[in-house]
Every structure is written in structure tokens, then in C-alpha cells.
């Protein structure tokens, strides 16, 4: 019997790259374009969160009651911007992701765990170069739930809940969703966290980024043995 390839899911900015501030441009001229709302983000704090609910918190805040019909518009809206916006300027990689990526593509089903819908999330990595290292069956974004943790549930059923799952993140949030459905979780201080933090969320590993190939394959193959 073939033995069923492991998977890794990324979360994306903070962790694979940094879209250098194209997604708050974007967020800022959807919510003008499709809902005639003058509507700044400076003020949202991103890191591990989702665009379901960032967007869900901003209705409320404004005194409106989120509709499907409102999220759709918006989430349209956005993709387009983002997508300009990286065009014009692509998003930055992080050391080594242009290198490690396709070499973990080769042994290893990759997915993503995300709090971009799955629109923006796919620009990000096409406008990064990473996106045909990426297996479409194992997504999950911030359009399929507000909740992170949810979102990491979707990706595994949609992968089919494989024995061997990863999940590589910036945050305390990616920590907590790895845990939260018995994936291994490694944290990258590429984001805004530090060791502390994210060893304090729980994270299996850290890195201080995903340079270090050898260590990285090591507690791969180390994480595949457990799981046979």
C-alpha cells in the first residue's frame, strides 16, 4: 500500500511573505467602492486575525448588521484591489521560502490555513511566485469562517484529515488552531512574535524563520516517524 503523503498547511503574511501593506490599501478601497463607506483599518490589528471577521467587527462598529450580500460585495471588491495592488507590487518572500517551498511541494501535500479569503490569499501566493506549490483541495480561508481555529478544521476535512499534518504559522492564533485540531504546530518569528510568545501559545517548534532547511526537514522526518 502506497503510504499517504503528509501535509503541511502556511499560514501566509507573517509567515511565507509580507504583502508590504497592499491588504489595507485593498480592505479601505472596498469598503468605498462597494458599500460607500469611508472606512479607515489603520487601526486593525491583522496578525492571526480573519477578514470574515475583521470585516464583522467593522459593521458592528459602525452600527450595521453584516449580510452575506454586504460580505460578498465587499470580498469581490477587495480581490480586484489587492490584485492591482500586487501587480504593481509584488509581495515580498521571506529567507528561503523561494527555496523551501518547492523542495517540501516534492515530499509533502502543501495547504493553507489563512485568514485572507481565498481569493486574496491565491493572488498573494501567485503574485509570490509559490502558488502552483500549493495543493487546492487543502485551503482554508478566512472567507469559510471568522474563527481560525474553524478555518484549520476546514482545511484538514477538505485534505481529507490526513495522519500527518502540520501547520507552520507567525502567531499565537496559528499556534492555537494547530493544537486545537491535533496538527503539529511550528511557529516562525517572521511576524511580529517573538520565541517567548509563541512558545507560551503552545508551539510544538520554533524557528526563528524557515533558512535553516536541514533543521527543518529533520523535525519534519522526526514528526512523519510519530505519525505512522
Known amino acids: 500500500m502506497e503510504k499517504e503523503a503528509g501535509w503541511i498547511f502556511f499560514d501566509i503574511d507573517g509567515t511565507l511573505l509580507y504583502a508590504r501593506d497592499a491588504g489595507r490599501k485593498a480592505f479601505r478601497q472596498a469598503f468605498e467602492e462597494a458599500l460607500g463607506w469611508d472606512q479607515g483599518v489603520e487601526h486593525i490589528n491583522f496578525c492571526g486575525a480573519t477578514d470574515l471577521d475583521v470585516f464583522r467587527r467593522i459593521a458592528a462598529d459602525r452600527g450595521e448588521t453584516s449580510t452575506p450580500e454586504m460580505e460578498s460585495a465587499f470580498f469581490e471588491r477587495l480581490g480586484i484591489r489587492l490584485g492591482e495592488h500586487l501587480a504593481e507590487t509584488p509581495p515580498e518572500l521571506f529567507p528561503n521560502i523561494g527555496k523551501i517551498v518547492p523542495e517540501l511541494s516534492r515530499v509533502f501535500r502543501l495547504g493553507v490555513v489563512t485568514g485572507n479569503i481565498e481569493a486574496t490569499a491565491k493572488l498573494k501566493l501567485l503574485h509570490g511566485g509559490l502558488l502552483e506549490y500549493f495543493d487546492p483541495s487543502g485551503f482554508g480561508c478566512g472567507c469559510d469562517h471568522p474563527d481560525r481555529i474553524e478555518i484549520a478544521r476546514i482545511a484538514l476535512e477538505r485534505a481529507g484529515n490526513p495522519k500527518t499534518a502540520v501547520l507552520i504559522g507567525d502567531t499565537p492564533r496559528d499556534v492555537e488552531a494547530a493544537n486545537a485540531n491535533g496538527m503539529v504546530s511550528i511557529g516562525v518569528t517572521t511576524g511580529i512574535f517573538d520565541f517567548q ?3 507560551k501559545a503552545g508551539a510544538d517548534y520554533v524557528f526563528e524563520d524557515l533558512s535553516d532547511t536541514e ?14
Not at 522526518?221 to 505519525?227: F, K, V
Open 215 to 228: 533543521r527543518l526537514f529533520a523535525v519534519l522526518n522526526q514528526i512523519g516517524s510519530r505519525c505512522q
Open 197 to 199: 510568545a509563541l512558545e
